[in-house]
Nanobody, 120 residues
């Protein structure tokens, strides 16, 4: 069993910055992939960014150049540095991780979400 705990959401003015963090807790596992998704009411959940264990990153076109994802795989932690925030970035952000257990099983996990509000 693995739990993802997110932090860093809040209220920020347009043009401001926030840093989201997500830590996976449990035992006898490692992380193969960690990413951030976001969702607003009435819309599909969309991928924001991800990073693999090997360091490969991907960003949605809407956040390229503004957001940076980083990971601390030894601590099973991922961060999302969000700069130049826009009202369109307001959403509930969800941490996602592909967990690989020491015995070989794989399981996809989601955090509870952290709300980001971008408003004047």
């Amino acid at each position: 069993h693995v739990q993802l705990v997110e932090s860093g959401g809040g209220l920020v003015q347009p043009g401001g910055s926030l840093k989201l963090s997500c830590a996976a807790s449990g035992s006898k596992f490692s992380i193969d992939y960690m990413g951030w998704y976001r969702q607003v009411p009435g819309k599909q959940r969309e991928l924001v960014a991800y990073i693999t264990r090997g360091g490969t990153t991907h960003y949605a076109d809407s956040v390229k150049g503004r957001f940076t994802i980083s990971s601390e795989y030894a601590e099973n932690t991922v961060h999302l540095q969000m700069n130049s925030l826009r009202p369109a970035d307001a959403a509930v952000y969800y941490c996602n991780a592909l967990v690989v257990f020491d015995l070989g099983a794989r399981q996809d996990y989601w955090g509870q979400g952290t709300k980001v509000t971008v408003s004047s």
